[in-house]
């Protein structure tokens, strides 16, 4: 799978892969505010964070290194604080509601220096400027969380009690699940299953 496509396991223990469709959304991935994103809260410590971008689609810029990244404590809390209003603000977004303001503020107040990818005079390979903070993390994300206001992309999937939120980055815009493994594989047995039980009762 792409780089960018990540193999989550959902509560049942099924395994599926999942493409966010930008970074911001992707941070999601690593909990957030009610019962379901505290279930799946993985950033409990800096090194949580640490271990979490080494994966994450920054490497589609350039190589994440470990010894380049410097998470503190005050840089987690920064994170999950910011991602947690993204949360609710992507969520309102994509069921058509407006975000509430305090939520975009927190986004707006995130806004700062973002990483900077660097070329190596003698190689010509892409890497990262070091160090990368916390803060500069959530800059980046913020800075692409702004992009998707008003955006007709943002969506959550469609499925029974999936909350997962995506950028639908398809040329057709007409993707509904988090994944076909999952929850689109769901709604075609659901949909077979309705097609075959009115066929019996005929």
């Avoid at 410590?45 to 920054?58: C, I, Q, Y």
């Avoid at 992507?90 to 407006?98: C, I, L, P, S, V």
């Avoid at 010509?124 to 916390?134: F, N």
Wanted: proline share 5%; glycine share 8%; net charge neutral.
């Amino acid at each position: 799978m792409a780089s960018h496509t990540r193999v989550l396991t959902g509560l049942d223990g099924q395994r599926y892969h999942f493409d966010a469709g930008v970074f911001c959304l992707e941070l999601l991935l690593t909990g957030g505010p009610g019962p379901i994103g505290e279930a799946y809260e993985i950033l409990f410590k800096p090194d949580d964070l640490a271990e979490w971008l080494l994966d994450s689609r920054l490497n589609d810029t350039a190589p994440v290194r470990r010894e380049d990244l410097d998470i503190t404590e005050a840089d987690l809390a920064h994170v999950t604080q910011f991602r947690n209003a993204l949360w609710h603000a992507a969520e309102a977004m994509a069921k058509g509601q407006a975000p509430g303001k305090n939520h975009l503020e927190m986004i707006n107040a995130a806004v700062g220096e973002p990483p900077r990818p660097q070329i190596d005079v003698a190689t010509l390979q892409r890497h990262w400027a070091a160090p990368i903070t916390g803060r500069q993390i959530a800059a980046m994300a913020a800075r692409q969380a702004i992009d998707l206001v008003g955006s007709t992309r943002l969506r959550q999937c469609a499925g029974d009690n999936c909350a997962l939120l995506f950028l639908d980055t398809s040329r057709p815009g007409k993707r509904r699940w988090c994944s076909m493994e999952r929850c689109g594989n769901r709604n075609k047995v659901r949909e077979f299953r309705s097609r075959s039980g009115a066929t019996t009762s005929r």
